[in-house]
């Protein structure tokens, strides 16, 4: 009688939980510029232990204000973020001014081994770009693909930056790899959960928990649903509840944070 050799059974990995936090920083100060608060977004940051930072508009190199000095003023914002908690960042320049630049930055746990800053701005005048990085996590093969997101203000502007950013996870991102996607959209009108769903298979967490993405602007008193988290690939996913205090006067967006099971 011959033998049948039954095919090798695929190893199981272990279920990886992680947190993840997303948060416009607006350069460090609260809605119309009123005040500094970037020592205090800081201790905001690390109170909530997340893994993976999403950050957006924040100082990759500035010169220190007239009317800031003597005041502790860093020269990175995402290093000075980042500090000992996460050794690992990577930072995408979006924007050049008179006072240095800006742009998205992630902030994470695991090791960085690649990252890449696309530029999907349209126009002169609003810079914008997606920040997609890839992270090794210890014991598991395939490794996780983060990008931070930051899109224009103009809707026929976002539309065509959708469009790049779907390009950017079907060329860039395999189709097993957990993919986490977040930042400020911009997306008042709500036109990117469709499309990313159809075009990458991605689902924004608040919306898969709660049925609504969370309103994040102003950060006072949050009307506007402008900020995401969206993943694919996650076994579970569930939102963190941050209490207004201290985020409503930390920006000029509310921040959100979310638990994925990987």
Same mark, same amino acid.
Request: with cysteine; charged share 25%.
């Given at each position: 009688?011959?033998? @049948?050799? =039954?095919?090798? !059974?695929?190893? +199981?990995?272990?279920?990886?939980? /992680?947190?993840?936090? &997303? %948060?416009? $920083?607006?350069?460090?100060?609260?809605?119309?510029?009123?005040?500094?608060?970037?020592?205090?977004?800081?201790?905001? @940051?690390? =109170?909530?232990? !997340?893994?993976? +930072?999403?950050?957006?508009?924040? /100082?990759?190199?500035? &010169? %220190?204000? $007239?009317?800031?000095?003597?005041?502790?003023?860093?020269?990175?914002?995402?290093?000075?973020?980042?500090?000992?908690?996460?050794?690992?960042?990577?930072?995408?320049?979006?924007?050049?001014?008179?006072?240095?630049?800006?742009?998205?930055?992630?902030?994470?746990?695991?090791?960085?081994?690649?990252?890449?800053?696309?530029?999907?701005?349209?126009?002169?005048?609003?810079?914008?770009?997606?920040?997609?990085?890839?992270?090794?996590?210890?014991?598991?093969?395939?490794?996780?693909?983060?990008?931070?997101?930051?899109?224009?203000?103009?809707?026929?502007?976002?539309?065509?930056?959708?469009?790049?950013?779907?390009?950017?996870?079907?060329?860039?991102?395999?189709?097993?790899?957990?993919?986490?996607?977040?930042?400020?959209?911009?997306?008042?009108?709500?036109?990117?959960?469709?499309?990313?769903?159809?075009?990458?298979?991605?689902?924004?967490?608040?919306?898969?928990?709660?049925?609504?993405?969370?309103?994040?602007?102003?950060?006072?008193?949050?009307?506007?649903?402008?900020?995401?988290?969206?993943?694919?690939?996650?076994?579970?996913?569930?939102?963190?509840?941050?209490?207004?205090?201290?985020?409503?006067?930390?920006?000029?967006?509310?921040?959100?944070?979310?638990?994925?099971?990987?």
């Amino acid at each position: 009688m011959e033998s @049948v050799v =039954a095919p090798a !059974a695929r190893p +199981v990995t272990a279920p990886l939980q /992680l947190r993840v936090l &997303t %948060v416009n $920083t607006h350069k460090g100060f609260t809605a119309f510029n009123r005040r500094f608060v970037l020592h205090e977004l800081r201790d905001a @940051v690390r =109170a909530v232990s !997340a893994d993976i +930072v999403f950050l957006q508009e924040v /100082l990759g190199e500035a &010169t %220190v204000p $007239t009317n800031h000095r003597g005041a502790h003023w860093p020269a990175s914002q995402y290093e000075f973020l980042a500090d000992s908690i996460w050794p690992q960042y990577a930072y995408g320049k979006n924007a050049v001014h008179r006072g240095g630049h800006h742009g998205n930055a992630v902030l994470s746990k695991f090791p960085i081994v690649r990252f890449e800053n696309r530029d999907i701005s349209v126009n002169g005048r609003e810079r914008r770009g997606l920040l997609h990085c890839v992270l090794e996590v210890p014991g598991r093969s395939v490794p996780v693909h983060a990008i931070c997101v930051h899109l224009g203000l103009n809707e026929a502007q976002r539309r065509w930056q959708l469009e790049r950013l779907c390009q950017q996870i079907d060329e860039k991102t395999p189709a097993d790899a957990p993919l986490v996607v977040a930042g400020d959209f911009n997306d008042w009108r709500l036109r990117a959960h469709a499309r990313l769903r159809r075009c990458a298979g991605l689902a924004e967490v608040f919306v898969q928990a709660t049925g609504s993405a969370a309103r994040t602007f102003p950060a006072r008193w949050p009307v506007l649903k402008l900020d995401r988290i969206y993943v694919r690939n996650a076994r579970a996913a569930r939102p963190v509840l941050l209490r207004p205090r201290p985020w409503s006067k930390l920006s000029d967006h509310a921040p959100l944070a979310a638990e994925l099971v990987l």
